[in-house]
C-alpha cells in the first residue's frame, strides 16, 4: 500500500485547506484511514480517522468542529478539509491507513495504522 498526500501550502490564519490522501491498493474499501500531524519537536498527534464506507468518523478535540475528514472509495482517496486555520495549526500532516474485518472500525493510535503517506507541510500564519 502506497499513500501519497497532497494539498499542503502556506495559508493566513481563518483559510481553508483541503487535504487529498490518494491510495495505490487493490480494494481500499478494505482500509480504515487516519490523518496525524506532527509539529516540530512534538509528537505525532491524531486528527481525524474513518471507517472503511465512511460511516464512522472521529476527531481530536483539538480538530473537532474544524477538520472534516471523507473518503471516496470509488477514486481510491480520503480528504481532510481544514477550516478557520490557526498558526498552532502548522506542520506536517500524514495520512495512514490499515485493514480491518469491522466496517466500522477506527483508529486513533499511531499504532493503530501500517501504512504510511509521506506528509505534506501546512503553514498558517497569523
Known amino acids: 500500500v502506497q499513500l501519497q498526500a497532497s494539498g499542503g501550502g502556506s495559508v493566513q490564519a481563518g483559510d481553508s485547506l483541503r487535504l487529498s490522501c490518494a491510495a495505490s491498493?487493490?480494494?481500499?474499501?478494505?482500509?480504515?484511514m487516519g490523518w496525524f500531524r506532527q509539529a516540530p519537536g512534538k509528537e505525532r498527534e491524531f486528527l481525524a480517522t474513518?471507517?472503511?464506507?465512511?460511516?464512522?468518523?472521529a476527531y481530536a478535540d483539538s480538530v473537532t468542529g474544524r477538520f472534516t475528514v471523507s473518503r471516496n472509495n470509488a477514486k481510491n482517496t480520503v480528504y481532510l478539509q481544514m477550516n478557520s486555520l490557526k498558526p498552532e495549526d502548522t506542520a506536517v500532516y500524514y495520512c495512514?491507513?490499515?485493514?480491518?474485518?469491522?466496517?466500522?472500525?477506527?483508529?486513533?493510535?499511531?499504532?493503530?495504522?501500517?501504512?504510511w503517506g509521506q506528509g505534506t507541510l501546512v503553514t498558517v500564519s497569523s
Open positions: 495512514a491507513a490499515n485493514s480491518a474485518v469491522y466496517v466500522d472500525y477506527v483508529g486513533r493510535r499511531t499504532g493503530d495504522y501500517v501504512y
Open positions: 491498493v487493490r480494494t481500499f474499501s478494505n482500509y480504515y
Open positions: 474513518i471507517s472503511r464506507s465512511g460511516a464512522t468518523t
